[in-house]
């Protein structure tokens, strides 16, 4: 069995609501097993009030995560990157081709006009990201104990 924790990035545009969102719940999901880390290609500042809000509703606090760019993490490398927007999974090439890249595209509850609309693509994102984290975790844990994380 490979003793080294697998490092994961969750990655979107503003890293202010999906990537937040993702860390937290992979945080959640896979405890100590896993270094997660989430960052923006064009970091907002700020974690938005309704990703905090849906998660908070989970059992999952994030209130306490900050956005953050990719120059934040120096020249660290990622076993494992999540992109949750198409512009993310575009923008950043440095980080193409060195790690294992997995392309989660979803929607930005933030651009809903509606609030009460917003709150309900928010909890679907969450819901969605879940199952996708719930089945990466299922492989993970498969592979990482065959060696192939080495």
Request: with cysteine; charged share 20%.
């Amino acid at each position: 069995m490979n003793d080294k924790k697998p490092s994961v990035l969750f990655l979107c545009t503003g890293n202010a609501f999906r990537s937040q969102m993702g860390e937290g719940l992979m945080r959640h999901l896979a405890g100590d097993r896993i270094d997660v880390f989430s960052a923006g290609s064009a970091p907002a500042g700020f974690v938005h009030p309704l990703a905090i809000r849906v998660m908070s509703e989970a059992g999952i606090d994030i209130s306490s995560q900050r956005s953050k760019g990719l120059d934040s993490f120096g020249p660290r490398t990622f076993d494992y990157v999540m992109t949750v927007c198409d512009h993310a999974a575009t923008s950043c090439p440095a980080l193409r081709g060195s790690v294992a890249t997995h392309r989660w595209p979803m929607p930005d509850p933030s651009h809903e006009p509606a609030p009460d609309v917003a709150l309900v693509r928010a909890r679907e994102v969450r819901d969605a990201l879940r199952g996708k984290i719930e089945a990466f975790l299922k492989t993970l844990d498969g592979a990482w104990a065959a060696g192939a994380g080495q």
